[in-house]
T-cell receptor, first 117, second 112 residues
Framework: DTGVSQDPRHKITKRGQNVTFRCDPISEHNRLYWYRQTLGQGPEFLTY????????KSRLLSDRFSAERPKGSFSTLEIQRTEQGDSAMYLC???????????????FGEGSRLTVL | AQSVTQLGSHVSVSEGALVLLRCNYS??????LFWYVQYPNKGLQLLLK????ATLVKGINGFEAEFKKSETSFHLTKPSAHMSDAAEYFCARRDSNYQLIWGAGTKLIIKP
């Protein structure tokens, strides 16, 4: 399978616990994005990486949220001290940018659904 | 400001009827435009994209969209709705930094 994969697909946790989601992008893609989506809403941009550099993180929802992409391949999104309001689908997407004629469309994973009790 | 507007948060059509989902964009330069579909509890899947080539773009599952610069529109259509088309549809445009600006989405409901 050469698509974007996310793990775990579902996570149920108690308030106050930390959770970590992993995303493996399409291998040749240099950009990786994290989005959050709540029921009935569109994707809400959180952060993105170009290779290993995190180029935008001001949209992360609070300092409890952090993301890494240490070697420019897979990425992790960590939420510390989870709150019930963090319950949502967390989507990862990847794209290839910077090449001539590349349109930069995003390829999404299936998402990681978080439920905070 | 750059934006994408989808008219109608919900659209309901009968099975076999024409599907029309509306998308308008604002842009000072010809944009790259996309339609994505999201089935329940799934990620987003690219339906089709406009990249300044042909103004009528054909996508997967029988969908197509027409880019109309004069109307700043990129409406999504399908001649005959199928029950399996029930999903949420998102229109998006690419900005200068290859980021996507999203519409709010339209939920398509298919009546038997």
């Amino acid at each position: 399978d050469t698509g974007v994969s996310q793990d775990p697909r579902h996570k149920i946790t108690k308030r106050g616990q930390n959770v970590t989601f992993r995303c493996d992008p399409i291998s040749e893609h240099n950009r990786l994005y994290w989005y959050r989506q709540t029921l009935g809403q569109g994707p809400e941009f959180l952060t993105y990486f170009q290779n290993e550099a995190q180029l935008e993180k001001s949209r992360l929802l609070s300092d409890r949220f952090s993301a890494e992409r240490p070697k420019g391949s897979f990425s992790t999104l960590e939420i510390q001290r989870t709150e019930q309001g963090d319950s949502a689908m967390y989507l990862c997407a990847s794209s290839l940018v910077g090449q001539l004629l590349n349109t930069g469309e995003l390829f999404f994973g299936e998402g990681s659904r978080l439920t905070v009790l | 400001a750059q934006s994408v507007t989808q008219l109608g948060s919900h659209v309901s059509v009968s099975e076999g009827a024409l599907v029309l989902l509306r998308c308008n964009y604002s842009s000072s330069v010809p944009p790259y435009l996309f339609w994505y579909v999201q089935y329940p509890n799934k990620g987003l899947q690219l339906l089709l994209k406009y990249t300044s080539a042909a103004t009528l773009v054909k996508g997967i599952n029988g969908f197509e969209a027409e880019f109309k610069k004069s109307e700043t529109s990129f409406h999504l259509t399908k001649p005959s709705a199928h029950m399996s088309d029930a999903a949420e549809y998102f229109c998006a445009r690419r900005d200068s930094n290859y980021q996507l600006i999203w519409g709010a989405g339209t939920k398509l409901i298919i009546k038997p």
